[in-house]
């Protein structure tokens, strides 16, 4: 089995910036491919980004330019740096872990406003 905690949701002023952090526990984090996916009310959960064992990273067009996704792991740890953030950005984040099988963390809410 594997859990995620994600950390560093709350609240931020359009323009500001965030760090997300999700910590895994079990075996193989270094061969699993990470990402990060959010959900806002009343829609779908979307992908906005991942990263692969070799580091190659995909983002959702939207976050292009203003989010990074690192790992590191040694600390079974990936980030999400969110800066220039948006109300469009508002949403719960969720991280998760692909190999073999999916796993997702309980969630940390974004709320972006003024």
């Known amino acids: 089995q594997v859990q995620l905690v994600e950390s560093g949701g709350g609240l931020v002023q359009p323009g500001g910036s965030l760090r997300l952090s999700c910590i895994a526990s079990g075996n193989f984090f270094s061969i699993a491919t990470m990402g990060w996916y959010r959900q806002a009310p009343g829609k779908q959960r979307e992908l906005v980004a991942e990263i692969i064992t070799d580091g190659k990273t995909n983002y959702a067009d939207s976050v292009k330019g203003r989010f990074t996704i690192s790992r590191d792991n040694s600390k079974r740890t990936v980030y999400l740096q969110m800066n220039s953030l948006k109300p469009e950005d508002t949403a719960v984040y969720y991280c998760?872990?692909?190999?073999?099988?999916?796993?997702w963390g309980q969630g940390t809410q974004v709320t972006v406003s003024s």
């Open positions: 998760n872990w692909r190999l073999w099988t999916d796993y």
